[in-house]
Each structure stands twice: as C-alpha cells, then as structure tokens.
C-alpha cells in the first residue's frame, strides 16, 4: 500500500482536473491560453494554503509535457537549482516550482535569475504571502503575478467524491460509504482547503473498522474526529493578518456589528490580544472620535481587562467594545484636522513664530522682542482674548473640520465659531 498521503495522490495530472479557479484556468483564462499554445512563462502563484498552487504547477506540466521539478526555497540549496537549470539546459527548458517562493535568499535569487532570463527555467513559484510584500523585485518582475481563490464548499466536495471514487489514485478500491452530513462537514469546515479536507478523509477511513461486509461507514463524529481545528486562514506574520485587520476597522467604521463581531473571532481564535488591543483604541479616536468621546476611555478599560483576563474571558469585554464602537455615532473630524496641519508642515508652509508667543524665560529676551506684548487670556472676561498665535504665512489658516454629528460635537463648532469671530 502506497505511504503517498492522499491529498497528493490525488493532485491533477492536467488542468482539466483542476477545481475552481476558473479566472486562471477556465475557459479562454490566461494559463489555459498559455497551456494551450505551449508558451509558458515564469509566474507566481500565491493564496492560502490547501488551495491549489502545486496542483496547478503539476498540471501545467502535465498538460504540457514538460520535465517538472520541485523544490523549496529554504530547504533546498543552490547546487539541487543547479541540478534543475542543466535538466534545462539539456532538455530545452524545465518547469521549476519553487515552494515558499518569498523565503528565497540573495544566492539562490542571483543564480535563478539568468536562467529564468534564458528560459532555461520556467518559474513557478508558490506562497501563502502577498508578493508585492514579500518577494524580491527582481523575482517579481520576470513573473506574472495569479491570485488564487478560496475554493467553494462544492469544489471541495467534488475532490472528496472524486477521491472515494478513485481506485487508482484514490480511496476507490476500499469500499467507503460516507454520510451527506459528513461530506458536508469535511467540505466546510476545511476552509477551502482540500489538502485539508483529503487528509481527514483518508484518516477517516484508515481509522474507521469495516462491518462485516468489508464496509468502513464514514459519519458525521468520525468526520469532526478527524479534522484538525481550523486555524481560520490566518496568520500573524503573513498577508492575512493586514486582511483581516483592515475588514476589522473598516466594518466598525461602516457600522455593521455582526461583520465587526465576525473578524473580532477570527482574531480571538487566532490568540492575537495585542493586535485587537492596538487596533480597537486606534478605532476609538480614529473613527468614532469627538462624536462619541467618552468611549475612548471605555474602549482603554475594555481593553485594560482583557490583557488581565487572557484569553477565553478576554473575548467578552473586546466583544462589549466592539459593539459599542460599531453602534456609535462616528467622526473623523480629529484625524482630518491633524493631517491638514501636518499636510501644510510637509509642504514647508510653516512661518516664524509671532515674537509675542515665544520663550521669555532668560535674560536677554526682552532685548531681542521675545513675549513682549502677549496677553495672558486669564486676565480677560471668559478667559479669552483676541491676539495672533499662527504664523504670518498662515494668519488665516483653519484646520479643525467641524462636524455635527453629535451634540458634543456640534457645542464644540459653535464654540469654535464664536472664537473666530474674535
């Protein structure tokens, strides 16, 4: 019996046997056109895992005839490249996928190079990371650049199904009968991730006992039993992290709670306090603002808690946070009025400051017309007086954005409206 797990058994041969990924390989896609007219190019694939990326290079070569190398950036070494780059040589030109393509170091870059120059080799290379984060420039202009898909629940039902069927590759020569509920599951909760969900098919029916017809049932427990915790497609290091942070703010800020509340479990699952801690008290002073001020202080304590709790009570004070972010009135008046002022900083529109404002805590500074004639507003009716504090270049200069989207907003415009009558 073959010791092959069968996630790799059953990669595809051709693309034809590819599942989803319709805008790569569909019909009239840019690598089915190049497959079909056997002008391939060195390209990089890149997606979450389980999805795809290494059945999709050994289709191409299978559809192609070319000769198909695998190696991994890190733990293969300049001389296996080698190896690789004089198979092309002698054969015309080889298609190389190279696993962890981002992990790639300057020696093994700098030799790749003039070979994917040459078309000695045909690059593809493979990563969970976003290349224009992660992979050199000098790699990442000589490729064309896929995205991959999640795959769909039915796309991964169908490699399931395929597999039981399969007496070649497959499960098909064991005689398994698997439930719809727990075809479902394993379709599910795999997170379109076949490599996943093929390994607890295969455990599954490895670990399940035959009746005494040499049947092995497959249901609905063997299937949770056998598939390993999600870990949601999330990874701190990687480009799901910045994905997920930026769906986090942005359905705060949009005011939909329950998709607040869904990328807050991701990042509770994920044990990732630090980054939901950072991310709510930005929000609060971000997003919600002068509308709502109170709640930067509540947000500080929701947060405060958490870090004394951990994780799993943490996720209860982050969720009371979340709600209340997400419900409450927003503005981003604070941050367009500092960003106005940095802006005219960035252009150099800064000016002297008024003599009448400056230090006059030394000796010699009434001799060079520091601080005199500054009035001291609390020596004035309502603590208020009217004298220049910008500089000439900007006398006239406004840069807080009024807003009345709350009560205590709209007070603080009119008060800002009154001064500058003055």
Do not use: W
């Amino acid at each position: 019996m073959t010791t092959q797990p069968l996630s790799y058994r059953m990669r595809p041969t051709s693309i034809d046997e590819i599942l989803g990924q319709a805008h790569l390989v569909g019909d009239g896609s840019i690598i089915r056109r190049m497959v079909k007219a056997k002008r391939l190019s060195s390209m990089i694939l890149y997606g979450p895992p389980g999805i795809g990326k290494t059945s999709i290079a050994s289709a191409i070569a299978g559809s192609t005839n070319f000769k198909f190398r695998v190696l991994n950036a890190v733990t293969n070494t300049k001389k296996d490249m080698q190896i690789v780059a004089e198979e092309g040589k002698m054969s015309g030109s080889v298609i190389l996928l190279l696993d962890e393509i981002h992990r790639l170091d300057k020696a093994k870059q700098d030799f790749l190079l003039p070979h994917l120059e040459n078309g000695n080799i045909i690059l593809i290379g493979a990563t969970t990371s976003n290349p224009y984060h992660a992979i050199n420039p000098a790699i990442r202009s000589r490729c064309q650049i896929f995205e991959l898909e999640l795959l769909d629940p039915d796309d991964v039902e169908e490699a399931l199904v395929r597999a039981i069927g399969d007496a070649e590759r497959g499960l098909g020569k064991m005689k398994i009968e698997i439930t719809e509920e727990a075809l479902k599951y394993l379709a599910h909760t795999s997170q379109g991730d076949v490599r996943s969900a093929l390994n607890a098919l295969e455990l599954a029916a490895l670990s399940t006992e035959e009746d005494e017809v040499g049947t092995i049932h497959i249901g609905m427990e063997d299937a949770k039993a056998c598939m390993q915790k999600s870990d949601l497609l999330y990874d701190k290091d990687g480009d799901q992290h910045y994905d997920v942070m930026s769906a986090f703010q942005k359905s705060i800020r949009g005011s939909d709670v329950d998709a607040a509340l869904h990328y807050l479990a991701r990042l509770v699952e994920a044990g990732d306090l630090v980054t939901i801690a950072r991310r709510l008290l930005v929000i609060s002073y971000e997003d919600i603002g002068l509308a709502n001020p109170q709640l930067a202080s509540r947000t500080l304590d929701a947060i405060v808690s958490a870090e004394r709790l951990g994780f799993p009570e943490a996720r209860i004070p982050l969720s009371q946070a979340v709600i209340e972010l997400s419900l409450s009135p927003k503005s981003n008046s604070a941050i367009k009025s500092i960003d106005g002022a940095l802006s005219d900083i960035r252009k150099k529109k800064t000016g002297s400051i008024p003599k009448h404002l400056r230090d006059g805590h030394y000796k010699s500074a009434e001799k060079l017309g520091n601080a005199i004639g500054y009035k001291y507003p609390h020596n004035y009716p309502n603590h208020v007086v009217s004298q220049q504090y910008l500089p000439d270049p900007l006398r006239n200069a406004a840069y807080y954005e009024k807003s009345d989207v709350s009560k205590y907003e709209k007070q603080l415009g009119d008060i800002y409206d009154k001064l500058k009558k003055l």
